[in-house]
């Protein structure tokens, strides 16, 4: 049969945190490199099956953002239990970065970005949090 796909194009304006949690997991099994392609985006949730990648490449261009999530579909919980269940789904997604090898502070301005607003990272910060891997031809050797 066919190799298995190496790489795998991302974009999305977003979607299920928990689904795109499992697409990350997957695609980190399966040693895939991730590529959202230049000038296109990866937003919301989309980032988080980014950073699934081995290697995570940005093309020129390409918008990664990030924003405050609603955790749990359930808008009839008591507002401290909606809470609960929001810091609950945060750490699962800092966790989740940490695992992938992408710094868990890259949460920090999502978490002061409203729901209906984006935040789009600059280059520097997706070198700075690890969103995006260290171009090959920096490697030593």
């Given at each position: 049969g066919a190799a298995a796909p190496r790489r795998a194009e991302l974009h999305s304006t977003g979607g299920s945190?928990?689904?795109?949690?499992?697409i990350g997991r997957m695609l980190r099994t399966r040693e895939m490199t991730t590529v959202v392609p230049a000038g296109r985006l990866c937003?919301?949730?989309?980032?988080?099956?980014?950073?699934g990648g081995v290697a995570r490449i940005a093309g020129e261009g390409a918008a990664l953002?990030?924003?405050?999530?609603y955790h749990g579909e359930n808008t009839l919980l008591p507002?401290?239990?909606?809470?609960?269940?929001?810091q609950r789904g945060q750490g699962e997604v800092m966790r989740?970065?940490?695992?992938?090898g992408v710094d868990?502070?890259?949460?920090?301005?999502?978490l002061s970005t409203p729901p209906r607003e984006i935040y789009v990272?600059?280059?520097?910060?997706?070198?700075?949090?690890?969103?995006?891997?260290?171009?090959?031809?920096?490697?030593?050797?």
């Open positions: 945190v928990d689904d795109a949690l499992s937003l919301s949730a989309c980032p988080y099956a980014f950073a953002g990030l924003h405050q999530h507002a401290f239990l909606a809470v609960e269940e929001i989740h970065l940490a695992e992938m868990p502070m890259v949460m920090v301005p999502a990272l600059t280059p520097e910060e997706l070198a700075r949090y690890r969103v995006v891997t260290p171009p090959e031809s920096d490697a030593p050797g």
